[in-house]
């Protein structure tokens, strides 16, 4: 199994999807069982851990993320925040049921350099019947400091 989807051929079907509650589904990406999204391959990041509401991803930013300025793209702190929201939002999906993304904010308080490793976290606030809300982090792996804080609510369908 490729650690990341190299095509839709690599992807669980949606019977398999479903069998499975959120929590499971994010063990089995963890463990290598299931693949990790092919963006996170684009993008250089990967999951890292998982725990009922929590999810945290390791990852880079390389010159082939970055603005025509030279600096992260935006929609690279974004789409690590999106994910690692999100797979918190995951782990606390019911067996049957999925997630999407209803809407998420960024907040990037300092410029990431290319090349640092982060560590991003996400961090259920709310999980219900038909909706979720999840904070995020984007931190230095060795500095520490805060780059960027996201939010999102997710809709729970099925």
């Known amino acids: 199994m490729p650690l990341f989807a190299e095509s839709a ?23 290598g069982t299931m693949p990790q999204p092919t963006i996170a391959g684009l993008l250089n990041y990967r999951l890292e851990s998982v725990g009922e509401g929590r999810a945290s991803f390791r990852g880079t930013p390389e010159f082939r993320h970055t603005n025509p300025f030279g600096g992260v793209h935006g929609g690279w702190y974004g789409t690590v925040l999106d994910s690692v929201m999100g797979c918190a939002v995951m782990t606390t999906v019911p067996k049957g049921r999925w997630y999407t993304t209803l809407e998420f904010k960024v907040n990037i308080s300092r410029a990431l350099p290319v090349g640092m490793e982060i560590i991003a976290e996400g961090e259920i606030e709310h999980s219900g ?17 805060l780059y960027a804080t996201g939010s999102t609510t997710c809709i729970i369908m099925g």
Do not use: C, K, N, W
């Open 9 to 31: 051929a690599d992807l669980p079907d949606r019977e398999t999807l479903l069998s499975m509650s959120g929590m499971e589904f994010m063990q089995a990406m963890l463990a």
């Open 129 to 145: 019947r038909s909706t979720a809300v999840s904070l995020g982090r984007i931190r230095g792996a060795e500095d520490g400091r």
